[in-house]
């Protein structure tokens, strides 16, 4: 007979019987004690022998053989700086300094900037007032950064500050940097380049005029009304900002604008100045992001041609695939797509013609790691092992001689030296958390072990962390779905235990690897040493096993994912060890949006749901996210609505928990709001919680979350 395992009883036990570990509890989910140790900050320097990093508030240069200090490049403290980060010019004599750094949205900041001449030690502070993405030109005798929307430049020389641009406005005209849109799903803020020869910058200019506002309240302060923010948000289907790319020649201040065409409905995701200043290159998606246009623009006049068209049946997955490089010798550059159904770099001539394709294979080449260009050496990260795992390979780039460089099992990272001798391993497995080791490259042999997080490893064994147990669980589609578990220390498989699955699920996303930790991964801990098995799932539509089994959720987010986690809560609530009648899910954002499906759609099979905030209709969403896998919403209606958790709110059946900061920027509270009014509406209770001013992460409330989440798991579940 298998024995019911309910929460309290275990909590007695472990009173009663004791343990020899320590127990984990629920503030070291997010208190740092169980963090690993990383080496950051890292900069290479020139030669190849020698890094910097940001020590103490000192920039310091170390050996690269030896680890050893070589140099304190500037001293902060001295210096009368704090300093947040920095860049060196080309030459490295000059170091730019970033103080005072604040967060406007996710990437975009202000800041004030010093530069620090390494010969004069002298140092120069780069304006007045704040700026944002300061950026020294390749030859060393300007700096050029955006304020209030507007483009400038300083001259080091005469000490002169001329406004390349003058039109910008807030929620009007933007120059040199982006929109909201652009930020968050294009992972762009600075807008603008020097040219190679450092005699033109090339920006942008975003018109967002016609894009309509939303608007925040903040509750600060205690004051008697609440502050109305307002920004600038295109909604799926609505008006996007207007992009134009300029040049602008710094001799005469003449100004050239770039025909990328006379369609203006487009995205502009990329600029890049090839190795000659004269030639500048445009990456354009269309709106509805299926193809992707490479276009070579001469300066001086404006004139453009496309070199190259990449299309897709689906969409055009830019962020994956964004390694356009070209390279020195000027005749030639790179390119990834997954145009084979797996994502691959490939070799062009400046005029488009494919030369031959460098990778090759049914994995995936994740991401470009560094180029050895003399000796035509591409290096790459690739899942060739497993979609699981990442590892370290290079190839020449005829696409021969492939070598493996990572040999043990788990996740690679890299960060190489520019000039390919070197190279730092971030590694971890499922079994052990991040080590950081240097390589040269040549010989492929280790230098030195950076970090091991020893006292990490022996800190979890010491807490009795439960170790992820791989599975796979067939859908009724017949796909192979990965998941792990982590059961209680005392798991016995004659014994029932209650199920909480975690799940993000969006598109070519990942939460099963053979790596340390993972979202939440100290708080599920906790969860198991209380009695519970969780279980950690990825649906159809995530990423890491190619272009099919990723986008099979175009035009219908929503619907395959949630058939999955219910099809794989089934299969596991059969398993003689699982509580079929005690299993919940819980997610965030995407994650949220899924959780919430699952408890409407799937009311007869989970008990429990917990939603962080989720979206609860793509209609509240973005342009530039939401209608690359759904189209606009008058393309696919119903792609909008047939798996919106609102059009579902009277199938709730269990015990539902929504959870929302009021100052979400990317998703707004909206969506709850709109859950909310839609499970009112059918009479249905739930629980609800909102956190104000809080935006997406929930920055400073995670350790309330957690315990408010645990609370309701133990009560709920």
Same mark, same amino acid.
């Given at each position: 007979m298998r024995v019911k395992i309910f929460t309290y009883l275990l909590l007695a036990a472990s009173v009663i019987a004791g343990y020899a570990q320590n127990k984990i509890t629920v503030e070291q989910a997010t208190d740092g004690t169980f963090s690993p140790r990383s080496v950051r900050s890292l900069n290479w320097m020139n030669d190849g022998q020698y890094y910097s990093a940001l020590s103490d508030n000192k920039i310091i240069k170390y050996s690269v053989r030896t680890g050893d200090e070589v140099e304190t490049i500037a001293d902060g403290d001295a210096l009368d700086l704090k300093i947040a980060s920095y860049s060196f010019s080309d030459d490295e004599s000059l170091v730019l300094i970033m103080t005072d750094?604040?967060?406007i949205y996710r990437r975009s900041y202000t800041a004030v900037f010093y530069l620090y001449d390494r010969n004069s030690k002298s140092v120069l502070k780069l304006s007045d007032g704040r700026q944002s993405y300061a950026t020294l030109s390749p030859d060393n005798s300007k700096v050029a950064f955006t304020r209030d929307n507007n483009l400038f430049y300083l001259d080091l020389s005469s000490g002169d500050e001329v406004a390349v641009t003058n039109d910008g406005k807030f929620n009007f005209i933007i120059n040199g940097s982006t929109d909201w849109v652009y930020e968050e799903e294009l992972s762009l803020t600075q807008a603008f380049a020097w040219s190679p020869d450092s005699k033109r910058l090339a920006y942008y200019r975003m018109d967002e005029s016609g894009v309509r506002e939303y608007n925040l309240q903040l509750w600060k302060d205690g004051a008697n009304y609440p502050e109305d923010y307002r920004y600038k948000y295109p909604k799926a289907g609505e008006k996007n900002s207007i992009v134009e790319i300029y040049t602008y020649e710094l001799s005469n201040g003449k100004k050239v604008k770039a025909d990328i065409g006379s369609e203006t409905d487009v995205y502009i995701p990329r600029i890049y100045w090839t190795k000659n200043g004269e030639l500048l290159a445009i990456q354009r998606l269309n709106r509805l992001q299926n193809q992707l246009d490479i276009l070579h623009v001469d300066a001086k006049d404006g004139s453009s041609k496309v070199v190259l068209t990449d299309k897709s049946d689906t969409f055009?997955?830019?962020?994956?695939?964004?390694d356009l490089t070209y390279l020195e010798n000027e005749k030639q550059f790179i390119f990834s797509s997954e145009r084979s159904g797996f994502k691959h770099f490939y070799l062009y001539n400046m005029d488009g013609s494919l030369v031959n394709q460098i990778t090759r294979g049914n994995y995936e080449a994740r991401s470009l790691v560094g180029l050895d260009q003399k000796k035509k050496v591409l290096y790459y990260s690739s899942t060739e092992d497993s979609p699981l795992e990442l590892h370290l390979y290079?190839?020449?780039?005829?696409?021969?001689g492939k070598k493996k460089l990572t040999n043990d099992s788990g996740r690679h990272f890299t960060n190489m030296s520019d000039d390919c001798s070197y190279y730092m391993d971030y590694h971890s497995s499922a079994a052990k958390p991040l080590s950081v080791s240097l390589y040269q490259t040549k010989g492929n042999?280790? &230098?030195? #072990?950076?970090?091991d997080n020893s006292k990490l490893e022996?800190?979890?064994?010491?807490?009795?962390?439960?170790?992820?147990?791989?599975?796979q669980v067939t859908n009724d589609n017949g796909d192979q779905l990965n998941g792990f578990f982590l059961k209680p220390?005392?798991?016995?498989?004659?014994?029932?235990y209650p199920l909480l699955i975690f799940q993000y699920s969006g598109p070519g996303?990942?939460?099963?690897?053979?790596?340390w930790g993972g979202g939440h991964f100290v708080w599920h801990q906790y969860l198991a040493q209380n009695g519970y098995i &969780?279980? #950690?799932?990825?649906t159809r539509g995530t990423g890491y096993r190619g272009e099919a089994f990723k986008k099979v959720t175009y035009k219908q987010l929503g619907k395959y994912e949630t058939e999955d986690l219910i099809s794989a809560a089934n299969t596991l609530g059969s398993y003689p060890y699982i509580d079929k009648n005690r299993m919940g899910i819980w997610g965030w954002s995407y994650g949220g949006y899924m959780s919430s499906l699952c408890i409407l759609k799937g009311n007869d099979v989970f008990k429990t749901a917990i939603a962080i905030a989720p979206v609860t209709t793509w209609r509240y969403y973005d342009t530039i996210y939401t209608e690359r896998y759904l189209q606009r919403p008058q393309d696919n209606p119903g792609g909008y609505d047939d798996n919106s958790p609102n059009t579902h709110a009277d199938k709730l059946k269990g015990n539902f928990l929504l959870v929302h900061g009021t100052g979400d920027d990317n998703v707004h509270f909206q969506n709850s709001v709109a859950l909310q009014e839609e499970l009112l509406n059918a009479g249905k209770q739930f629980d609800s919680f909102y956190y104000p001013d809080k935006t997406h992460g929930l920055g400073g409330r995670r350790g309330h979350l957690y315990q408010m989440m645990t609370k309701f798991i133990m009560e709920k579940l």
């Amino acid at each position: 007979m298998r024995v019911k395992i309910f929460t309290y009883l275990l909590l007695a036990a472990s009173v009663i019987a004791g343990y020899a570990q320590n127990k984990i509890t629920v503030e070291q989910a997010t208190d740092g004690t169980f963090s690993p140790r990383s080496v950051r900050s890292l900069n290479w320097m020139n030669d190849g022998q020698y890094y910097s990093a940001l020590s103490d508030n000192k920039i310091i240069k170390y050996s690269v053989r030896t680890g050893d200090e070589v140099e304190t490049i500037a001293d902060g403290d001295a210096l009368d700086l704090k300093i947040a980060s920095y860049s060196f010019s080309d030459d490295e004599s000059l170091v730019l300094i970033m103080t005072d750094r604040t967060s406007i949205y996710r990437r975009s900041y202000t800041a004030v900037f010093y530069l620090y001449d390494r010969n004069s030690k002298s140092v120069l502070k780069l304006s007045d007032g704040r700026q944002s993405y300061a950026t020294l030109s390749p030859d060393n005798s300007k700096v050029a950064f955006t304020r209030d929307n507007n483009l400038f430049y300083l001259d080091l020389s005469s000490g002169d500050e001329v406004a390349v641009t003058n039109d910008g406005k807030f929620n009007f005209i933007i120059n040199g940097s982006t929109d909201w849109v652009y930020e968050e799903e294009l992972s762009l803020t600075q807008a603008f380049a020097w040219s190679p020869d450092s005699k033109r910058l090339a920006y942008y200019r975003m018109d967002e005029s016609g894009v309509r506002e939303y608007n925040l309240q903040l509750w600060k302060d205690g004051a008697n009304y609440p502050e109305d923010y307002r920004y600038k948000y295109p909604k799926a289907g609505e008006k996007n900002s207007i992009v134009e790319i300029y040049t602008y020649e710094l001799s005469n201040g003449k100004k050239v604008k770039a025909d990328i065409g006379s369609e203006t409905d487009v995205y502009i995701p990329r600029i890049y100045w090839t190795k000659n200043g004269e030639l500048l290159a445009i990456q354009r998606l269309n709106r509805l992001q299926n193809q992707l246009d490479i276009l070579h623009v001469d300066a001086k006049d404006g004139s453009s041609k496309v070199v190259l068209t990449d299309k897709s049946d689906t969409f055009i997955d830019f962020t994956f695939c964004d390694d356009l490089t070209y390279l020195e010798n000027e005749k030639q550059f790179i390119f990834s797509s997954e145009r084979s159904g797996f994502k691959h770099f490939y070799l062009y001539n400046m005029d488009g013609s494919l030369v031959n394709q460098i990778t090759r294979g049914n994995y995936e080449a994740r991401s470009l790691v560094g180029l050895d260009q003399k000796k035509k050496v591409l290096y790459y990260s690739s899942t060739e092992d497993s979609p699981l795992e990442l590892h370290l390979y290079s190839v020449s780039f005829a696409g021969k001689g492939k070598k493996k460089l990572t040999n043990d099992s788990g996740r690679h990272f890299t960060n190489m030296s520019d000039d390919c001798s070197y190279y730092m391993d971030y590694h971890s497995s499922a079994a052990k958390p991040l080590s950081v080791s240097l390589y040269q490259t040549k010989g492929n042999q280790v &230098v030195k #072990v950076m970090e091991d997080n020893s006292k990490l490893e022996a800190n979890v064994n010491a807490y009795g962390f439960a170790e992820k147990e791989f599975f796979q669980v067939t859908n009724d589609n017949g796909d192979q779905l990965n998941g792990f578990f982590l059961k209680p220390e005392d798991f016995d498989e004659n014994q029932e235990y209650p199920l909480l699955i975690f799940q993000y699920s969006g598109p070519g996303s990942q939460n099963v690897s053979n790596s340390w930790g993972g979202g939440h991964f100290v708080w599920h801990q906790y969860l198991a040493q209380n009695g519970y098995i &969780v279980a #950690v799932i990825d649906t159809r539509g995530t990423g890491y096993r190619g272009e099919a089994f990723k986008k099979v959720t175009y035009k219908q987010l929503g619907k395959y994912e949630t058939e999955d986690l219910i099809s794989a809560a089934n299969t596991l609530g059969s398993y003689p060890y699982i509580d079929k009648n005690r299993m919940g899910i819980w997610g965030w954002s995407y994650g949220g949006y899924m959780s919430s499906l699952c408890i409407l759609k799937g009311n007869d099979v989970f008990k429990t749901a917990i939603a962080i905030a989720p979206v609860t209709t793509w209609r509240y969403y973005d342009t530039i996210y939401t209608e690359r896998y759904l189209q606009r919403p008058q393309d696919n209606p119903g792609g909008y609505d047939d798996n919106s958790p609102n059009t579902h709110a009277d199938k709730l059946k269990g015990n539902f928990l929504l959870v929302h900061g009021t100052g979400d920027d990317n998703v707004h509270f909206q969506n709850s709001v709109a859950l909310q009014e839609e499970l009112l509406n059918a009479g249905k209770q739930f629980d609800s919680f909102y956190y104000p001013d809080k935006t997406h992460g929930l920055g400073g409330r995670r350790g309330h979350l957690y315990q408010m989440m645990t609370k309701f798991i133990m009560e709920k579940l």
